[in-house]
């Protein structure tokens, strides 16, 4: 029986990772006709322990910097039909369809395949990037490895297949910690300068040191070699992936040296040679268009977008050429990979343009049916339209064109269809778009869908069925806190019959409505009564249906939150109001302000009755009524300092009929209002001399 594959694996000490990645070899092992070779660079027994547990084939190798003949060491001592090689930082997430290829027989028809190598940029594992690897080939009497640094196989054969299957790798993220790219460069260099010197005609050898001089940023070397190895490439009948390499690259590097400027020059001299190919073009156009934006060229910008979408579409249609047209990073997968981004920035310069046409077409190529891809995207698209307010109802009118049901694409829909009268047949169509959009809502999209909601008189059901309570009550303070106090109570009114169904979401949104309506100072006296009552009893409600009996009877000891503990102090004092036993309501109101002291304007506001009523013969004025008195000219002082003219306008108006020979109430009645109507008209000038 022959061997089908021979894996060969490069083993030093690094025994983090050597157990994770001989356990992902395993698979391979079992399934398939194949043998491992382990070539030992190490040093550690316990390595050597754990290698010996997977396979008896081991060739030890003194290192000596070159890491072509550690390689070749494995290499020449291979019996398989085809041969796969990594490093022992490397481990198969699943070798299922490598497994898939030989044992259906697919091998046979190619001469070499591509995995991929997920490079991470954080040991969280959240960012990473791609590079398609060739590391798999079949066997023949010229295979061998080449270049005693980035070392690579010199017969890779066409047809080349393309496989999915990735290994992990921290490789580069662990260098980077534990000994600094400058280390890696000062190993490497001197080796890829040696070969330089030995063979100047080498294009590969002048991208490698590129590379290295890259990755310590030296960008006037890296930009010089660079220069020299496409020289050296274009002397070559066929384009190799260092050429398609170096061209993208170049760019970016006279960019570091040079500037903006002189980078999209370069960049479109590179465009325009005869030896670029589509995945150039692609990354080229990628490139272009991110200077175009930083030099505000918007026409020229929009250009390059309408032609990576052309090459893009080009490669689409001829996946042959988009497979073998990659050199490390630059492939067709990662110059897909920036494909909404890059209609995204069409679209601003389109903008900035005010060419419809343009925005029509850019928004008819964003892939929205692909979730994964345009959600991240939604924020700038936000942006793009806030940007351009002045296009606002052009722009969502082109997305009325769109044949899709993405939930942005619905949301913009709605806001086009509010944007005019609604007849019955868009009005049937609007209660489509929201069913749509409330069971599908976005990320960060809640608060306009609600708003949306609460215009319409829609149901929130549906949407409240997928929000968490974190959600809703981040929208809560952000509602109450941006809308003015005349417009709130009116949108809560219309807001109130769409909770149905959800007590807790209604109490909380009253609650907050309420607190600022009754700390505002902009409640008519006749109605302050009736909204501090509700106000209690929508606290009340909450505080019986979350906690025991037991708790409610003693609220401090079970530690109840202050504003529960508020409204019992409070509807006490009402209870003693109603009995007109006004002095004994007062040391809950005092209680109920040192315990909750937001509301203290609110509760300030109901010292004039409480005056009128002690002064009468019935009840002189008591020691707690003054203290309560000094509570609220603190709160007085602290609405000053904050600088909340409105409320404090408020609470010293009815601190003075309280306290009328208070000559600081009458200061700060003074300053309070010029410093409000400065604001009024836009001034907002500051106070002069300190409040203390």
Known sequence: MNIQLTISLLVSDRMETLGKCLASLSPLLRELDSELIVVFTGKKEEALTLVQQYTSHIIPFVWCNDF????????????????????????????????????SGEYRNYQSAFYVQRNYEDFAGKGYSDAEVGRMCRLTADTEFVHPVHECLSTFDRPCKKLSAYVHHFGYLRKKENQGEGIKAARNLPLLLKMYEEDPDSGQTCMQITQEYRSIG???????????GLALSRREPRVYTYELWMQVQLPSMIYHTEGARQALEEAERQLKHPRTLEAGTLHLCIILTELCRELGEYRKGLRYVFLYQEKLLYLQNHPEKAMLQNAADVTFDSALSKEV?????????????????????????????????VLPWYPRLEEWKKTYGGMRDAILKEFIRLDTKNVYVCIQKMLFAECGSVDGKMAEKMTELWEICANHCP??????????????????????????????????????????????????????????????????????????????????????????????????????ALYRE???????????????????????????????????????????????????????????????????????ITDEFRLLSTQVKQVLYDLVEKRQWEEAYGVADRLLSLLP????????????????????????GKMNGAVT
């Open 218 to 228: 030296e960008y006037g070397n890296a930009a010089e070699y660079c220069r020299k």
């Open 443 to 544: 990320p960060g999209f809640q608060w306009e869908l609600i708003e949306i909601a609460v215009r319409n008189q829609f149901a929130l059901r549906p949407l409240l069925e997928h929000m968490t309570p974190e959600t809703w009550t981040d929208y809560v303070l952000t509602v109450v806190s941006s809308k003015r106090t005349d417009l709130l109570e009116n949108f809560y009114r219309n807001m109130e019959p769409l909770l149905e169904g959800f007590p807790f979401y209604a109490r909380q949104m009253e609650q907050s409505v309420l607190e600022k309506l009754l700390t505002g100072g902009v409640v008519d006296s006749s109605r302050l009564s009736d909204l501090m009552r509700q106000y209690c009893t929508s606290l009340t409600a909450d505080a019986k």
């Open 661 to 684: 020979d208070d000559l600081d109430v009458l200061r700060l009645k003074q300053v309070i209002l010029r410093e409000r109507r400065s604001t009024q008209n836009g001034l907002g």
């Open 341 to 373: 981004s890059l209609y995204v920035e069409g679209l601003f310069f389109a903008a900035e343009l005010e060419d419809l046409k343009k925005i029509r077409m850019l928004l008819s190529w964003i892939p929205w049916e692909e979730q994964e891809r």
């Open 550 to 620: 037991e708790a409610l009877e003693n609220p401090a000891a079970f530690a109840l939150p202050s504003r529960c503990q508020f409204a019992q102090n409070l509807e006490q004092a009402f209870l003693y109001i109603e009995q007109e036993r006004f002095a004994d309501s007062l040391p809950f109101l005092k209680k109920a302000v040192h315990i909750y002291p937001q509301m203290s304007p609110a509760v300030g506001q109901m010292i004039p009755y409480l005056e009128e009523q002690i002064r009468s013969p019935r009840q002189e």
């Open 68 to 103: 072509s003949k550690a390689r070749n060491a494995g290499l020449k001592e291979a019996k398989g039909e085809w041969f796969l090689y990594l490093d022992d930082d490397e481990w198969f997430e699943d070798t299922g369809e490598i497994i898939h290829f030989f044992q």
